[in-house]
Structure formats: structure tokens, C-alpha cells
């Protein structure tokens, strides 16, 4: 079975920089999740989605971030314009929906952000 | 909130030692509770998961962890570490009320051989 597939694994921009993720979960996953991991800290939710619908976005800065995931499947999570303090590991994460809450989360390798 | 506290930011070990890394988490109602590791380069992986049941539950590569609900804790444990153990590992909590997980800090473990 496929893993969470992110990509792309690195990448290096300047300040002001758009830049863009891809996430594309596990076949059937019907819950897609966004986090931030800042170095040594652990990952921070930034959005969640059940299908298409995003449920869970309080965290997200929404005066620069957006995110989508149209046909329920892939998502892609955008930055414009980015900031220095954007630099970090985005992961994307998902999980089929369970009854009474989160089961376990499968995590894909993270998108590791540097702006300079 | 539901909110995640892990208090040991960095341990080091020799191979053979015994290993318990603390996890405190602060909600007053029902919760799921979980171990995640990070091995060097890779990406984050389930250890082990308490949803009901026996308190102490285990999981894989020999590790284990013990609820104590009247501490609000979930410490992670391990009888003798083994080199290839080293790796960041995080405690996270999910509250049964809606799919969002809650991480700690993380542990970064060394263990030298």
C-alpha cells in the first residue's frame, strides 16, 4: 500500500516568495490533515479536512495561507507571500474516518521550508 | 485546550539501559493517546496507542506505554534501548471529541553504542 506521497521534500525561497505543497494521501483516507513542525517542536495542526470540506482551520494564517482539496482526494497547501519565520517541515497526514474520534494518523516524509 | 507536555527535550543513553520518557497531557475528559517515533530521515510512525482497556499497552520494537489517568500521564517505556532506537519521539493525545491530534514537544533519544 502506498504511503502518504508530499512533495516537494525541499525547497528554498526568498522572502515575499510564493510557494506551493502537494499532498496526496492514502487511497480510501478520508481525513487530510496539514501540520507545521518548527525545529524542535512538535508538529502544530494547521488544517484539517473531511472529503472536500475543510473542518478545522482555526489554526491556519489565513492572511497568508490558503489551502484546497477539491475533488476530496489531493491537496495542496499555499504560502503568498512567504516569511522568514515560514521556515519549517509541513507535513500532511491522513486517516480513514473512525467513529469517536482520531485513529492512528499516517504521516508523509514533510515538505521542509526555508526562506531566506 | 487540550495541550501536550513532554519534559526531557534531549536524552542520551548507552545501549542496554533502561529508557522511560515522561508525557503529561491536560484534558478533563476522555482521550486516546499516542506514541509517535521519528527515526532519523524518515518519516513520523505510530508506536503504540491507548484508546480503552488495560492501562499498560504495548507496541512495536518493544516499547511500552502506561496511562495513569489520575496523573494525566502516558509515559513511554523501554527495559534495554538498543542503538538503533535513536530517534525523536512524540507523545500526542486526541480528545474522542473530533480527528485532531494534539503533539508534545518531542524527545530527541540518543543512544550510543
Not at chain 1, 88 to 110: D, I, K, N, Q, T
Not at chain 2, 72 to 92: G, H, I, M
Request: glycine share 10%; with cysteine.
Amino acid at each position: 500500500e502506498a504511503g502518504v506521497v508530499q512533495s516537494p521534500r525541499y525547497k528554498i525561497i526568498e522572502k515575499k516568495q510564493p510557494v506551493a505543497f502537494w499532498c496526496n494521501p492514502i487511497s480510501g483516507h478520508n481525513t487530510l490533515y496539514w501540520y507545521r513542525q518548527n525545529l524542535g517542536q512538535g508538529p502544530e495542526l494547521l488544517i484539517r479536512y473531511e472529503n472536500e470540506e475543510a473542518v478545522d482551520d482555526s489554526q491556519l494564517p489565513k492572511d497568508r495561507f490558503s489551502a484546497e482539496r477539491l475533488k476530496g482526494v489531493d491537496s495542496t497547501l499555499k504560502i503568498q507571500p512567504a516569511e522568514l519565520g515560514d521556515s519549517a517541515v509541513y507535513l500532511c497526514a491522513s486517516s480513514p474516518r473512525l467513529a469517536g474520534g482520531a485513529g492512528e494518523l499516517f504521516f508523509g516524509e514533510g515538505s521542509r521550508l526555508t526562506v531566506l | 485546550a487540550q495541550s501536550v507536555s513532554q519534559h526531557n527535550h534531549h536524552v542520551i543513553l548507552s545501549e542496554a539501559a533502561s529508557l522511560e520518557l515522561g508525557c503529561n497531557y491536560s484534558y478533563g475528559g476522555t482521550v486516546n493517546l499516542f506514541w509517535y517515533v521519528q527515526y532519523p530521515g524518515q518519516h513520523l510512525q505510530l508506536l503504540l496507542k491507548y484508546f480503552s482497556g488495560d492501562p499498560l499497552v504495548k507496541g512495536i520494537k518493544g516499547f511500552e506505554a502506561e496511562f495513569i489517568k489520575s496523573k494525566f500521564s502516558f509515559n513511554l517505556r523501554k527495559p534495554s534501548v538498543q542503538w538503533s532506537d535513536t530517534a525523536e519521539y512524540f507523545c500526542a493525545v486526541n480528545n474522542n471529541a473530533g480527528n485532531m491530534l494534539t503533539f508534545g514537544g518531542g524527545t530527541r533519544l540518543m543512544v550510543k553504542p
